[in-house]
């Protein structure tokens, strides 16, 4: 028989890249024309956004004998207006208060929502949908369509001027909103899962805080960022409900840097660069929470 004779194998360029490596490499896909005009077109939005951000930072860096001046940058950087800001006004006790009211109001929202949310979505009772209603129109009321009331209620307890006031009155106008997306987001939990775990010997207490709620943890974030960030930037309840300099909020503060005649720009642009640092942080390191608890109970 005539020996058959296999012929060598032609090295080629991949099959010599990949023989000291196990991974086979990949040829990089090349930008299509459609990627890269997505691409600009999302940075052109995004330096829109940051745009005005970007001037108010400068203003604050103005000094205040070249706020008037027509040039973009200032001659000379006044660092120091951030530190007159903080000496010379009540900004440090306004902030100590908007940390407590939104992080008092977020908490009392989480501790109330995520069982009424729990009991709405496992619990199939009557008038469960008139209940989901009325939690869907409490949004549309607006705070200062309830200002005189929640004055002349608060007047009369002797709660004016407190911080417990504003905490109540944010954790109120935020509850319902909480409530709606936990629901949505527990009903896409499946309900073995809990059952599996009762079975086990957990309780409904133990299953929904061993089992329901870690998995529920990108809805609750949802609700903590919106909440707290509704409660950092709310004014006219702070302004109605505090009279005090020292017992108003944040946002109130920064008003003050407004007059009757002139406005300190410098100052009140120093301010409100404070303002934002904490809830950009803070949106910073959950922002990936985010996306996911909005589309709860969107696939089940």
């Known amino acids: 028989m005539a020996q058959q004779t296999i012929p060598a194998p032609v090295d080629t360029p991949e099959s010599a890249s990949t023989e ?8 990089r896909r090349a930008l299509r024309p459609p990627t890269v005009v997505v691409a600009a077109v999302a940075w052109l939005i995004a330096a829109v956004f940051l745009l005005p951000y970007l001037q108010m930072v400068i203003t604050a860096l103005r000094p205040a004998s070249e706020l008037r001046d027509a040039t973009y940058l200032p001659d000379q950087f006044a660092w120091s207006n951030f530190v007159d800001v903080w000496r010379e006004s009540n900004l440090g006790s306004n902030l100590r ?3 407590l009211v939104a992080g ?6 989480l501790l109330v929502a995520i069982p009424a ?6 619990v199939k009772y009557r008038g469960r949908k008139v209940f989901l209603l009325l939690v869907l129109v409490t949004q549309m009321f607006q705070p200062t369509s309830l200002l005189v009331g929640l004055y002349r209620e608060f007047y009369q307890l002797g709660m004016l001027n407190s911080v417990w006031t504003l905490v109540l009155c944010n954790a109120a106008f935020n509850l319902a909103f909480a409530i709606w997306i936990l629901t949505a987001y527990f009903s896409a939990i499946p309900v073995q899962l809990e059952e599996a775990a009762m079975i086990d010997g957990l309780g409904r207490g133990g299953a929904l805080l061993r089992v329901t709620l870690p998995l529920a943890m990108p809805g609750v974030v949802t609700a903590v960022i919106f909440t707290f960030i509704a409660a950092w930037n709310e004014f006219v309840m702070g302004l109605t409900l505090s009279t005090v300099p020292e017992s108003q909020p944040l946002t109130v503060g920064i008003n003050s840097f407004i007059g009757n005649y002139t406005v300190q720009w410098n100052y009140l642009f120093a301010a409100s660069v404070i303002a934002i640092v904490p809830v950009v942080v803070l949106f910073a390191f959950i922002e990936r929470h985010v996306v996911s608890g909005l ?4 696939v089940k």
Request: no cysteine; proline share 7%.
């Open 20 to 27: 000291g490596s196990s991974r086979p490499v990949r040829p």
């Open 97 to 99: 208060v908007t940390l």
């Open 104 to 109: 008092g109001s977020t908490l009392l929202v």
């Open 117 to 122: 949310a729990y009991y709405t979505a496992r």
């Open 295 to 298: 589309t709860a109970g969107s």
